[in-house]
Each structure stands twice: as structure tokens, then as C-alpha cells.
């Protein structure tokens, strides 16, 4: 018990540490797809860290968002790529 | 220890292996992220991080949940979310991917269209 929440908490902390590494990237990126893909890591790391946090708190409605910010990630890509490629979002 | 503590055990443990792996993959690809030369090479390190970095992490925190508190209403509920969203992430994050990055070439493309017309 005492082992898995040790292992828990640096995995969390591992988690923290990617997140601003995607921020630099989304800050510093050049172009508008470099931020884009920085936004679609940092939303599937921030799925993994709400999930993480439910199982360290044992209050699994924490976790209840996930499927959201999936579905948000993939309706960013999609208007992006459309917009670029045809000028409008489409039907 | 009986058999069923020991199956918990087990379970707990590779429920732990799993999400070892994954926050591995997930900081490997934040360094790909953040240190690869081009659009392109950057979307293969955000890839590593959607399918490894978070499919993994889900299924393994799904064992986790099954070996905290057994079967009861909270952790079924956290088990469904984590196979549901792993499933969805597997599905649509190389899908996005592939979207954005086919977009990027198409829009290169035009800006040299433009560029050579006008060096003309």
C-alpha cells in the first residue's frame, strides 16, 4: 500500500514536470500547428493526471471529466485542419 | 495471505508496471516535443505520448482501482471511465494527428505555390 502511493506521487510529479514542458513549447512554437499539437499533448496528459489524482484521493468523481477534454481535443484538430485546408469548417 | 489477497496483490502490481511505463513514455515524448528540429518529428513524439503515454497510464490506473477497494459501485465507476476513455484516446488521437499533420503539408505547399508565382 505504502510502496503504491510512493510510486503514485512521483509518477504525478513526472506528469506535472511534462505538463510545463508542453507550455514552453505551446509558448515558444513557431507555427500555428506546433501549437496545436502542444495543445493535444498537454490535454492527454491532463486526462492521465485528473485520473491520477482520483485514484490518490479515492474520490473517483475527480476523474469524471476525461472524456470531455478527449472529445474538445479532437474537435480542436478538426476545425483547425478544415479551416487551414478549406477556409471553413463545413457541414 | 489467502488467494484472494494474493490475486489483489498481483493485480495492484501490475496496475503499477503499467503506469511506471507510461509516465516513461510521457516524458520521453515531452523532451520529443520539446527538442526535435520540425513540425513532423514533433508529431511523432506527441503520438508516443497519446498511445503510450496515456492509453497505458489508463489501463493500469483501472487495475489500480480494482485492486484498491475490490468491486464496489465507486471503483466500477472509475474502471468503466479509464477503459472508455483508453479505448476513445486509441482511436482518436492517430486520427487527429494524421488530420493536422495533412493540413500542415497542404497549407506548405500552397505558401510555395504562392511564393514561386510571385518569383516569377
Do not use: Q
Not at chain 1, 36 to 43: C, G, H, L, Q, T
Not at chain 2, 42 to 59: C, M, S
Request: one cysteine or more; charged letters at 15%; proline letters at 3%.
Amino acid at each position: 500500500m505504502n510502496v503504491a502511493r510512493i510510486v503514485i506521487e512521483v509518477v504525478i510529479l513526472i506528469y506535472i514536470g511534462s505538463l510545463f514542458l508542453y507550455i514552453v513549447r505551446l509558448i515558444r512554437g513557431p507555427t500555428l500547428f506546433d501549437k496545436v499539437i502542444a495543445v493535444d499533448a498537454f490535454s492527454y496528459d491532463l486526462m492521465v493526471f485528473m485520473a491520477l489524482i482520483a485514484i490518490y484521493t479515492e474520490n473517483p468523481y475527480i476523474a469524471s471529466p476525461m472524456i470531455l477534454v478527449a472529445l474538445w481535443t479532437f474537435a480542436l484538430d478538426t476545425y483547425i485542419s478544415k479551416i487551414v485546408e478549406y477556409g471553413d469548417i463545413g457541414e | 495471505m489467502n488467494s484472494v489477497d494474493f490475486l489483489l496483490l498481483i493485480v495492484e502490481f501490475i496496475g503499477l508496471a503499467l503506469v511506471s511505463l507510461g509516465a516513461f513514455f510521457e516524458i520521453v515524448a515531452a523532451i520529443g516535443v520539446l527538442r526535435l528540429p520540425n513540425f513532423y518529428t514533433r508529431v511523432h513524439a506527441a503520438t508516443i505520448g497519446a498511445v503510450g503515454g496515456t492509453v497505458l497510464p489508463l489501463i493500469g490506473i483501472a487495475f489500480l482501482a480494482i485492486s484498491r477497494h475490490g468491486v464496489d459501485p465507486s471503483s466500477i465507476y472509475l474502471v468503466i471511465l479509464c477503459i472508455a476513455s483508453a479505448v476513445l484516446i486509441l482511436v482518436i488521437a492517430p486520427t487527429g494527428s494524421h488530420v493536422l499533420m495533412r493540413s500542415a503539408y497542404i497549407y506548405e505547399k500552397r505558401r510555395e505555390k504562392i511564393e514561386g508565382g510571385r518569383g516569377r
